[in-house]
């Protein structure tokens, strides 16, 4: 449970961060499925955190009373929370629709989410591994289970982040941007250029080289 209040936290914080000073604006539904998660995550337990989510979301479902506008809120929230996947791959087509280049931005965010649903799948399933099950199973003290459980959630943040940043880095090399491409292009053609000058400055000299021969022997 601690993992989950974590890593939903890290990955709001990241995305709050993201919508706020990139033009990535379509993180934002799947930020507030990430808070409203590690919010209700928080509620379930029982200890000064949990009360004080508990306390937060019966706060802000008392404040919905009598306002349509804000319980379709509070229910979209609701939804967001069991849908952030889905939201994560909204947010990436939105990614395609606002690039210039758009089929290089489509293979390079195909990339990018289909790394870091690998890397997590694969964290997924050694968290939830017997020997992981066997390991917090032989932990008495509460105190160190929920530090094995708060190093898991920061462990598959990481891992996460790390999974797409490799998936974007391999889309970058594999599918430049046009402006890229265009500028290599440019680069090649000079060079073709220069060595097709070179050598037609080099066949001159041979063929005045052969003349000046020609002249002497006569």
């Known amino acids: 449970m601690y993992d989950v209040i974590v890593r939903s936290t890290l990955f709001g914080i990241r995305n709050a961060d993201k919508v ?12 507030v499925g990430q808070f409203t998660k590690a919010a209700k995550t928080a509620a379930q337990l029982d200890n000064v955190l949990g009360r004080g989510a508990t306390a937060a979301l019966d706060a802000m479902k008392c404040a919905t009373n009598g306002y349509e506008i804000l319980v379709k ?36 965010e195909t990339l990018g989410m289909t790394s870091m649903f690998i890397g997590e799948a694969l964290m997924s399933t050694a968290f ?12 008495k003290n509460k105190y160190a289970k ?13 891992g996460s982040i790390a999974s797409s940043t490799l ?15 265009e500028e290599n292009k440019k ?20 063929l005045n080289k052969t003349l000046d021969s020609k002249k002497v022997t006569a």
């Open 73 to 108: 809120a509070g229910k979209a929230a609701s939804w967001a929370a069991n849908h952030v996947n889905p939201l994560l791959i909204g947010a990436a087509g939105y990614r395609v629709a606002i690039a210039d280049d758009k089929p290089q931005a489509l293979k390079r």
């Open 20 to 31: 706020a000073t990139t033009n990535d604006k379509g993180r934002f539904f799947a930020d």
């Open 187 to 206: 680069i090649l053609d000079k060079a073709l250029k220069e060595f097709q000058s070179t050598q037609k400055i080099m066949q001159e000299g041979d």
């Open 128 to 139: 939830n591994s017997e020997y992981m099950k066997n390991v917090r199973s032989l932990m």
């Open 167 to 181: 998936g974007y880095k391999i889309g970058d090399k594999l599918f430049p941007q046009r402006k890229q491409k």
């Open 146 to 158: 929920a530090t094995l459980l708060i190093l898991q959630g920061i462990t598959f943040v990481a």
